[in-house]
């Protein structure tokens, strides 16, 4: 089934540096979401990036989608205490209804 | 910014109980979800709802599930008979235009069954 998964699982790093995480999936995608969770919180959207596509940026955020690979990696330049989160990649599916796989997450702990 | 919103933020009932879980999505969007995410666990989609049917449902979302949009504005997830297992946050989200746009989430409601 198709799947989203996200290496490392967990990921701690000194504020200033860059934090990569990379998602992996099997089938083939339209686009793929990264959201960011806050402990216990809701799902914030960061970055959406479609197949035909290969690199967006957002501010500190830098998305390549490889879909040769079916592989995707976030990266968070200068990272921040407050970067500090979960952060999942999603993909959708040929069922066009919007449904979304999420994949385990990457937790990110960023120390001042 | 629109947002997703949802209600209550947390609830707690007891196994076999009935519980309904509100949400508004962002106005103007037309594609409505619910999803959940078991403690510690992947989050994982229930229901997709548009044109007021749903047009996806996973294994998950079986008859004691349900979903309504009782009037413009609302969304709501109705679980019946509410299991021990049926304890996790359960997001709301929406999207304007559907498959392949941005699917905005809410902050959630934490279910808790005693």
């Known amino acids: 089934s198709q799947q989203g998964e996200e290496d490392p699982q967990a990921l701690s790093i000194q504020e200033g540096e860059n934090a990569t995480m990379n998602c992996s999936y099997k089938?083939?995608?339209?686009?793929l979401q990264w959201y960011r969770q806050n402990s216990g919180r809701g799902l914030v959207h960061l970055i959406l990036?479609?197949?035909?596509?290969r690199e967006k940026h957002s501010g500190r955020l830098r998305v390549t989608l490889d879909t040769s690979k079916k592989s995707s990696s976030l990266l968070i330049t200068a990272s921040r205490a407050a970067d500090t989160a979960s952060y999942f990649c999603?993909?959708?599916?040929?069922?066009?209804?919007?449904?979304?796989?999420f994949g385990q997450g990457t937790t990110l702990q960023v120390k001042p | 910014e629109p947002e997703v919103t949802q209600t209550p933020s947390h609830q707690v009932t007891q196994m076999g109980q009935e519980v309904i879980l509100r949400c508004v999505p962002i106005?103007?969007?037309?594609?409505f979800y619910w999803y959940r995410q078991i403690l510690g666990q992947k989050v994982e989609f229930l229901v997709s709802?548009?044109?007021?049917?749903?047009?996806?449902k996973s294994e998950i979302f079986d008859d004691q599930f349900s979903v309504e949009r009782p009037d413009g504005s609302n969304f709501t997830l109705k679980i019946r008979s509410t299991k021990l297992e049926d304890s996790a946050m359960y997001f709301c989200?929406?999207?304007?235009?559907?498959?392949?746009?941005?699917?905005?989430f809410g902050e959630g409601s934490w279910l808790t069954v005693v």
């Open positions: 989200a929406s999207s304007s235009s559907g498959p392949g746009n941005t699917i905005y």
């Open positions: 089938t083939s995608i339209n686009n």
């Open positions: 990036i479609r197949s035909n596509e």
């Open positions: 999603a993909t959708d599916g040929p069922s066009n209804t919007g449904k979304l796989i």
């Open positions: 106005s103007n969007h037309l594609y």
């Open positions: 709802f548009y044109n007021n049917e749903i047009s996806e």
